[in-house]
């Protein structure tokens, strides 16, 4: 077996330190990202963390890592009843098409899926045999059919979001507040209640699971307990990673993860409003900038820091993109120059210190800079290698195919100049040329050109 080409230290906020990702058997990292509530469209700020964690799976296994990706699909929820019944429909039919539209959206990312994709309704029976476990350990209590998760049976409490008990609110408001031992207790299962119109059985009787035992469940039966990495949004941290941690800890006596992993949110620059408030969705966002902006979008902020969506923001990243589209077309197959390799090297070592992906793209940027000022072709090795943990590679593709939004905007194109609507077939012009493609006329028709040097 290859040796482990490099340390690789993460950031967890249990500890609040750089921790050294040490896998339980020397090489396999097991990741599990906490995924959506599927009762909608996924906004742009959900497509954060699946970019974050599916690249840096493809960084890990780079390095000689075994990595497995986990990310859930909760199916289960307040939000996907509250959704459903003003619309007049089954909550599991719009669950599961909305399920259906965040693979297909996710999808054009282009990056690949992660290796499981749990989903709380498979997985029911996981999860009433954790809080079975819950109640024979006497760290939680049936009320009325609901039952609640005893706080203040386990001292370790609070370790990982760093809050006093006194201080913390579980955002479940009055829900349940009379049938509580204590307010700071929260709900692992909420009985049957006439307005839901899914319900599972259990020991204790009809219900549905609460949020946070749904993934430690889907959690620990995809990847067992103590796992390498938990990640997800730092809006998580509390209540939900916290009581994602003290059930498995309670439940098992074993921690859920070792390291925790949270990305920043994105800011919704006021400008970028369209319809309602400041929510863009994921497919939105697509149409409008296309796969490659947006991963270099994220790609350009260390993940851990908030980031500002705004139009600025997106042009700069597309005009990176059109930077190393077009240093690429003076590169030519083969490899690099030795003497570039310190370049590249710099960019793995910025993603082994805490995935910094945006010192990682300076060193990019020093490499291309370098290549384009060498005398004579230059080899693209070091630049597909570094571009792969991206998701860019594609940015060094000679003929490659205009994306099907290129092919479509060519299409509306054509429809404007037949109808002699010129100025229309203009701005689309533009805007193909934008994304690095023009329109030569030709005998036989219209033909899609990537933009050369
Ligand atoms: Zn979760």
Request: charged share 30%; aromatic share 8%.
């Amino acid at each position: 077996m290859l040796p482990l080409v490099r340390t690789v230290r993460l950031h967890d906020t249990k500890t609040g330190t750089l921790k050294e990702l040490r896998p339980r058997d020397g090489r396999t990292v097991g990741i599990y990202a906490c995924g959506p509530t599927v009762y909608d469209r996924i906004h742009v700020g959900n497509a954060r963390p699946y970019v974050v964690f599916s690249l840096l799976k493809r960084f890990l296994a780079h390095e000689g890592y075994e990595p497995t990706l986990v990310a859930n699909i909760t199916d289960i929820n307040d939000k996907i009843y509250d959704a459903a019944r003003p619309a007049g429909r089954p909550s599991g039919e719009l669950a599961a098409e909305m399920s259906d539209h965040y693979v297909a959206d996710t999808d054009r990312l282009g990056i690949g899926r992660p290796d499981h994709e749990p989903k709380a309704t498979l997985m029911v029976g996981e999860i009433v045999e954790l809080i079975q476990e819950l109640l024979d350990r006497g760290h939680a209590y049936v009320a009325d059919g609901d039952v609640y998760f005893r706080v203040r049976s386990l001292p370790e409490y609070g370790a990982l979001s760093h809050r006093d008990v006194e201080q913390m609110d579980q955002g479940e408001g009055v829900e349940g507040a009379g049938l509580k031992e204590d307010p700071l207790d929260f709900a692992l299962w909420k009985a049957r209640k006439p307005m839901e119109d899914t319900w599972w059985p259990a020991p204790w009787g009809e219900g549905r699971p609460g949020w946070h035992i749904e993934c430690s469940a889907m959690a620990e039966a995809t990847l067992g307990t103590s796992f390498e990495i938990h990640g997800g949004g730092n809006d998580l941290i509390f209540p939900h990673h916290e009581n994602e941690a003290a059930q498995t800890l309670a439940a098992r006596g074993q921690e859920l993860a070792q390291i925790w992993m949270h990305n920043g949110m994105l800011e919704m620059g006021g400008k970028m409003s369209k319809s309602v408030g400041n929510i863009r969705s994921l497919a939105d966002v697509l149409d409008d900038v296309g796969r490659d902006t947006l991963l270099m979008y994220f790609a350009e902020a260390h993940y851990r820091q908030p980031l500002v969506f705004t139009p600025e923001r997106l042009e700069d990243a597309a005009r990176r993109v059109e930077g190393i589209r077009n240093a690429g077309r003076r590169l030519v197959a083969g490899e690099s120059p030795a003497e570039l390799a310190r370049y590249r090297d710099a960019f793995f070592d910025a993603l082994a210190d805490d995935y910094n992906t945006a010192r990682a793209l300076a060193a990019l940027a020093d490499w291309v800079r370098e290549a384009n000022s060498a005398n004579g072709p230059v080899g693209d090795s070091h630049a597909r290698e570094m571009l792969a943990m991206l998701g860019l590679e594609n940015l060094l593709d000679r003929d490659e195919a205009a994306p099907d939004e290129v092919v479509e905007l060519a299409q509306q194109r054509d429809a404007a100049r037949a109808a002699r609507d010129f100025t229309e077939a203009d701005r689309l012009r533009d805007e193909l040329r934008a994304r690095g493609w023009e329109v030569r006329d030709g005998a036989g028709g219209a033909e899609l050109v990537p933009i050369g040097p």
